[in-house]
């Protein structure tokens, strides 16, 4: 990792928290709403473009409102979960949420969400894209964060930028996976051909940087928190990631929910989308806190700082929703467009409004 890179990671992450803390304990039955709270209080005045908040939103009434959200338990970047779990964000907008750890296909977790199998649920945009191009009814209320994919090379490699990889092999774990979408993007606007130009390589995620050390591959994608864990030994430099230039103010993860749910219970969807987006912002100022509430779910090579550095990394500031929110799916769309994921006939301004959902404005 760069001199330049890691004091952007140390920044961030010094710039929300406090000293590390004890790990917290397994958290249990994941439906429960009744785990004990380290509750910080979220500083609004730091995001001016919030339109409401829950200071603001009246919660539901009557009994709690029982919902089921997927996630992948071991990203991460979804630590807004967990967080709104464990320091009661649903809990305040009355919602009884049981998490549904989904490790199958995107179509599939699509597929369940629109189906009503699952309410709701969080992963990266520039995987759902396509699916929801197809036509599943689901609908993006917010974005939480940007970051968390990364290029890899060997240090000694030579590789220092991502004009350096035309005419190599990257290994890849997924051909249709968010990471190989966004830097195949990445590729084309430096007059790469994404195609044609380079080789992509499959291997299986744990085995990427194997695959690397071996000479299968010149480089390799990757998300974290693995990727930051193989940048520690100084083995891998990091050439790319997805904060890099036009996208460090761009999300990667959003919030969807079923559209029967947006169009028959639009308190409720506004409800859910609200307590991610306070978990969002309690997130990005209290990282000690957020990391604490995700450690029952890392993996066991990451350390606690480990992860206080990736919540402080990530830009979890950085959570748009409404019109902001519907700019940035078109201009993924466009972006997809460019690579040929998406059909060239596609209109994205018409995409992009029918796949997201201002639930706020309710």
Not at 144 to 164: E, F, Q, W, Y
Request: aromatic share 8%.
């Amino acid at each position: 990792m760069s001199n330049d890179r890691t004091s952007q990671l140390s920044r961030r992450a010094l710039l929300g928290g406090g000293a590390a803390g004890l790990l917290a304990a397994p958290l249990g039955i994941l439906g429960a709403q009744a785990f004990p709270s380290t509750r910080s209080p979220i500083d609004f005045s730091e995001f001016p473009l919030c339109r409401t908040s829950s200071e603001t939103t009246p919660a539901l009434t009557g009994a709690p409102r029982k919902l089921r959200l997927s996630w992948n338990a071991n990203a991460v970047c979804l630590v807004t979960v967990p967080v709104a779990i464990d320091h009661g964000f649903f809990k305040k907008q009355n919602l009884d949420i049981e998490l549904v750890n989904f490790a199958g296909s995107t179509d599939q977790l699509l597929e369940a969400i629109a189906t009503g199998k699952s309410d709701g649920g969080v992963g990266m945009a520039l995987r759902w894209l396509k699916p929801l191009e197809q036509g599943f009814d689901v609908k993006i209320t917010a974005a939480t964060h940007g970051g968390c994919m990364r290029v890899l090379a060997p240090a000694k490699s030579g590789i220092a930028s991502l004009n350096d990889l035309k005419g190599k092999t990257i290994g890849v774990a997924d051909l249709g996976g968010a990471d190989k979408n966004f830097f195949s993007i990445e590729l084309a606007k430096r007059g790469i051909d994404p195609t044609n130009e380079v080789e992509w390589r499959v291997f299986p995620g744990n085995l990427l940087r194997l695959a690397a050390e071996k000479g299968e591959t010149h480089a390799f994608l990757s998300g974290d928190p693995v990727a930051y864990l193989w940048l520690k030994d100084g083995t891998f430099r990091e050439v790319a990631s997805n904060l890099d230039g036009e996208f460090k103010e761009r999300s990667c993860c959003i919030l969807g929910l079923r559209g029967s749910l947006v169009r028959d219970e639009p308190k409720v969807a506004r409800a859910v989308t609200q307590a991610i987006l306070d978990a969002a912002m309690f997130t990005a100022q209290n990282p000690d806190l957020a990391a604490r509430a995700f450690a029952p779910y890392a993996t066991k090579e990451a350390t606690f700082d480990d992860l206080r550095a990736l919540v402080g990394y990530h830009t979890h500031h950085h959570h748009p929703t409404g019109s902001v929110l519907k700019n940035e799916l078109k201009a993924y769309a466009d972006d997809l467009k460019l690579v040929s994921v998406f059909k060239k006939t596609t209109d994205t301004t018409k995409f992009a409004e029918r796949i997201y959902a201002d639930v706020l404005s309710i």
